[in-house]
């Protein structure tokens, strides 16, 4: 049993604040993953939540209970680091067993629960070996090792991954899911992986500069972005971004017209919004399809064949390089011209402030 | 292949000759303790070897108290400088504030003064707390004496441990005692280990301090040399065998401990 509650949360080093006020509920169980882009703030939150940061303001509870003020270790959690950060100076088995032999856990008990850790992540080759002799793959094992022992309430994760080549991360971020699933127990894990945050995460938080940009479940998040920030992070490649003009509100959506002078609707709810005001579209490049009577043309520039995807960089009206992503080998040349349409669903208009118009209806797979 | 082999012997001569001029005063100490005082005032190779005046070194001072005095404070001076400097260092390496920098500096240019200059108001110290020529006073001077540059050399390790192994720590439930010894202190154990050395081979050939606040119980070897010299005109032979006898224990010393000192004191480069 773990919830967590982030009241207000702020963190100031000296005058420059990088924290701004974060306010968060996660539920026990939960897969919460923080994203957002280098310097915004997450390994500072996550090592505020650690207890290795003081907390320059506001409350942080854990099943209820502020713990502002309780060291890292009583707060009940566990940690695994980017640079895993193992002792150098302890084999496999002590790294894992040291949280419990600090704890003056009796030898035997300590054992058997290094074996089960060992047992999880596969490690019981490699328990008298020390950190230097393991691989990237088997040290990010023992890290997670080290935290499973302790049995924490919650487990915190500072991009464990990034330090591993593409495909062990693959593999490693299926176990973490896995574990998630056994241990049934909080996670909260940082990243700049769009792939792991979209596959491992229950909730995801998206910052910016300190602050919390969206909080909801990746298909929310995917489906129906708060604003033209999460909406440009979340998705990959980019959404693309084209100015239009609003033409007329109606009960289907907002009219709008392209830089093209093409007008499309959008069910979208225009409340208040004026013929003439400028907003800007977002079309995901997964969105498009060939269409020959499709409302948007353009000339493609470059065509990059990833084998079962191919994307397409199109110049059009409005927007220089359009990426538009079709499933498949698509045979379109370079310099054709090319229509496209979308499905007025998986449009999203954004007003000058970068809000995000709310749709007319959720998709179907967001509640 | 010749040209690695005549790059190895260039390198091989530079090396002995500079070894060679370094050793050489001491070789010639040595030499000189084994003439006759008559022997001593030539510089001839060939002489009668006599072990007269280590004899008469024995004969008029107590050699091992001198020893013993050294070991005692030497050991006990570094011991105290490292009690102080691990925590300082410590702290400073991993928790360091605004005026961590300008601390570390201020305590460098400590040894910029000459220790003449507090001679007086340290005497006077010491005569009125009573430790003249006792060894907790040398301990106490040597242990200040040495803390600069005792906690530079473990500021300088401590810089080397990645900060996220002390926090995995600390996550993993262990205080700040527990962060020192389970971690910091087998980390940085070669580090630790040429910083004491060195300390105890700055404490054991300190003269300035120990001639001006020691004159018999607490006299180290330092005095023990000092005490052959000029009084009674230029005994050369008497003095080198003191003076040899003197260096002998730390450049014993320093011998079996070389390889963990050099290992020590090139920790951060070769990392
Ligand atoms: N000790 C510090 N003193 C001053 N500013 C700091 C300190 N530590 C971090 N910062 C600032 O706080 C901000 C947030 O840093 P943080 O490490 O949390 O970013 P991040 O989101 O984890 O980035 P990345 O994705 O690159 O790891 C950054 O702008 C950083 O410069
Ligand atoms: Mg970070």
């Known amino acids: ?74 707060r009940g959690l566990a940690m695994v680091f980017q640079s895993y950060a193992l002792y150098p100076h302890m084999t496999v088995a002590q790294n894992m067993g040291f949280a419990l032999r600090l704890a003056k856990v009796p030898k035997a008990e300590r054992d058997a629960k290094v074996a089960e850790a060992a047992r999880i992540l596969q490690l019981g080759p490699y328990l008298e070996r020390r950190p230097k002799d393991l691989s990237g793959g088997q040290r990010q094992r023992v890290a997670i090792g080290r935290a499973i022992v302790r049995a924490p309430k919650v487990f915190l994760f500072d991009e464990p991954l990034s330090n591993l080549d593409a495909a062990l991360r693959g593999q490693t971020r299926i176990e973490i899911a896995k574990l998630h699933e056994e241990l049934a127990v909080t996670m909260i894990y940082v990243t700049h992986d769009q792939i792991e945050a979209m596959t491992l995460a229950d909730k995801i938080v998206v910052l910016q500069a300190g602050r919390i940009e969206q909080v909801g479940s990746p298909l929310e998040l995917y489906h129906h972005p708060a604003n033209i920030f999460v909406a440009g992070f979340i998705g990959s490649p980019r959404m693309n971004m084209l100015p239009v003009a609003v033409d007329g509100v109606s009960a289907a959506g907002v009219s709008v017209r392209l830089p093209s002078g093409v007008a499309l609707t959008i069910p979208c709810s225009g409340a208040g919004l004026s013929a003439g005001s400028a907003l800007t579209l ?77 749709a007319l209806a959720r998709h179907s797979l967001v509640a | 292949m010749t040209d690695s082999l005549t790059k190895r012997l260039v390198i091989a001569i530079l090396g002995w000759t500079v070894a060679l001029l370094l050793f050489f005063p001491i070789f010639w100490m040595v030499l000189t303790s084994f003439k006759s005082e008559t022997d001593a005032i030539t510089a001839r190779l060939a002489f009668a070897p006599t072990l007269a005046a280590y004899g008469e070194v024995f004969a008029r001072a107590n050699y091992l108290a001198f020893a013993l005095n050294s070991v005692v404070i030497s050991v006990g001076g570094s011991v105290l400088a490292l009690a102080f400097a691990i925590p300082a260092a410590y702290s ?180």
Request: charged share 15%.
């Open chain 2, 92 to 271: 400073m390496a991993f928790h360091p504030t605004q005026r961590t920098r300008g601390t570390l500096l201020w305590m460098l240019s400590t040894k910029m003064l000459p220790p003449v200059g507090v001679l007086v108001p340290i005497y006077l110290l010491f005569r009125t707390t009573h430790l003249l020529d006792t060894r907790t006073g040398l301990i106490l001077i040597y242990a200040l004496m040495n803390l600069p540059i005792v906690v530079w050399m473990l500021f300088t390790f401590y810089k080397e441990v990645p900060h996220e192994i002390l926090e995995a720590g600390r996550m993993d439930g262990a205080n700040t005692w527990a962060e020192v010894w389970h971690l910091l202190m087998p980390l940085t154990l070669p580090g630790v280990a040429s910083t004491g050395l060195l300390s105890l081979i700055l404490c054991w050939n300190e003269a300035f301090w120990s001639l001006n606040l020691t004159s018999s119980s607490a006299a180290p070897l330092t005095t023990f040399i000092a005490s052959f010299s000029s009084p009674e005109g230029l005994f050369f032979a008497k003095l080198s065998a003191a003076s040899t006898m003197a260096v002998a224990p730390i450049l014993i010393f320093g011998w079996f401990s070389q390889k963990q000192l050099v290992q020590g004191l090139t920790f951060g480069a070769v990392k």
């Open chain 1, 282 to 358: 977002g079309i995901r490049p997964e969105a498009l399809r060939p269409d020959e009577n499709g409302p948007i043309a353009g000339t493609v520039k470059l065509v990059e064949r990833l084998g079962g995807l191919t994307l397409l960089h199109v110049e059009t009206e409005g927007i220089e390089d359009m990426i538009v992503q079709l499933e498949g080998l698509s045979l379109v040349d370079l310099h054709q011209q090319v229509r496209f349409s979308a499905d007025g669903a998986a449009l999203h208009l954004f007003d000058q402030a970068g809000q995000a118009l709310p």
């Open chain 1, 1 to 74: 049993m773990a919830t967590l509650t982030l009241r207000n949360i702020k963190k100031a080093y000296g005058a420059a604040e990088v924290i701004k006020g974060i306010d968060l509920d996660i539920e026990d169980r939960e897969f919460v993953v923080f994203v957002g882009p280098s310097g915004c703030g997450k390994s500072t939150l996550l090592r505020m939540i650690a207890g290795l940061e003081p907390i320059t303001s506001g409350d942080l509870s854990i099943d209820g209970k502020r713990v502002n003020e309780v060291g890292p270790a009583d």
